[in-house]
């Protein structure tokens, strides 16, 4: 299990952190690892929307179908991922530091249910990897 906190200031408004974060179709552009996005459940940015998120995390390629679980406009939102007995959440928090600086929290929870022991093994291994590149992701 990996659970992780980090936090940036960023300058610029809070209203333009937020419009960029639930710009999907953005994220390459401004997370690190990102490499592509696809939506795959269109709609207004809130519980129930999907996208598929091709990424490079911790040197190795991957996808995964992200959801936003939960939401609060301008003050953060909640994204899970399933993918073989392991259940991922990233909950993203912003706090407005006067009219034009953001402190974006970001908070990684990674949860095997159900995975087979070998996945646990290998998470064991991998954590510190993990670790590393949610940090590097702000």
């Not at 960023?10 to 690190?32: C, F, K, M, N, Q």
């Not at 993918?83 to 912003?94: M, N, P, Q, V």
């Not at 929870?109 to 992701?137: N, Q, W």
Request: charge should be negative.
């Amino acid at each position: 299990m990996a659970d992780i906190e980090v936090s940036q200031e960023i300058d610029a408004p809070l209203a333009t952190v937020w419009e960029l974060l639930i710009d999907v179709a953005r994220l390459p552009e401004i997370l690190s690892g990102v490499q592509a996005v696809q939506v795959a459940g269109g709609g207004d940015f809130a519980p129930g929307f999907r996208w598929l998120e091709k990424r490079r995390a911790s040197g190795f390629p991957g996808e995964r179908e992200w959801q936003v679980i939960e939401s609060a406009p301008y003050a953060g939102f909640t994204q899970e991922s399933f993918s073989d007995g392991e259940r991922t959440r990233i909950t993203y928090r912003l706090d407005a530091r006067g009219e034009d600086a953001t402190v974006l929290g970001l908070h990684y929870e990674r949860v095997l249910e159900h995975a087979p022991a070998v996945v646990h093994v290998a998470s064991r291994i991998s954590d510190p990897f993990h670790e590393r590149a949610v940090r590097k992701t702000l």
